[in-house]
C-alpha cells in the first residue's frame, strides 16, 4: 500500500490550492477516503472524507472551504481549499478511513499559508 500526496506550496491569505492523492495497492472504489493535517506542535486532525457511494463528510470548522472529491478509476482523491487563512498552515496527508489511526499514510504535502 502506498499514498503520495501533492498540491501544496506557499500561497497568499485568500487563495486555493488543490492537493491531490495517488494511492496504489488497493482498490481505493471501496473505501472512505480521507485528508487530515497536522501543524506544528499539534495532534493529526480530520479535514474531510468521502465514503464509497461519494458523499462527502467535513468537520464544522472547514465551513465550506473544502471541497473532497475521488476519481476511483484514477485510484485518486483530492481535495480543493478556497479561501485559505495563515491556520491552514500544516502537512496535510491522505489516507483511508473516516476515524483514527488514519494508517497508513503518505509521506504529506506541506501547505503554507502566509503574505
Known amino acids: 500500500v502506498k499514498l503520495v500526496e501533492s498540491g501544496g506550496g506557499l500561497v497568499q491569505p485568500g487563495g486555493s490550492l488543490r492537493l491531490s492523492c495517488v494511492a496504489s495497492?488497493?482498490?481505493?472504489?471501496?473505501?472512505?477516503l480521507t485528508w487530515v493535517r497536522q501543524a506544528p506542535g499539534n495532534d493529526l486532525e480530520w479535514v474531510a472524507s468521502?465514503?464509497?457511494?461519494?458523499?462527502?463528510n467535513y468537520p464544522n470548522y472547514v465551513q465550506g472551504r473544502f471541497t473532497i472529491s475521488r476519481d476511483n478509476a484514477k485510484n485518486s482523491w483530492y481535495l480543493q481549499i478556497h479561501s485559505l487563512v495563515p491556520e491552514d498552515t500544516a502537512v496535510y496527508y491522505c489516507?483511508?478511513?473516516?476515524?483514527?489511526?488514519?494508517?497508513?499514510r503518505g509521506p504529506g504535502t506541506q501547505v503554507t499559508v502566509s503574505s
Open positions: 495497492g488497493f482498490p481505493t472504489r471501496q473505501y472512505t
Open positions: 468521502i465514503d464509497s457511494a461519494g458523499t462527502p
Open positions: 489516507a483511508t478511513g473516516r476515524f483514527p489511526p488514519w494508517t497508513p
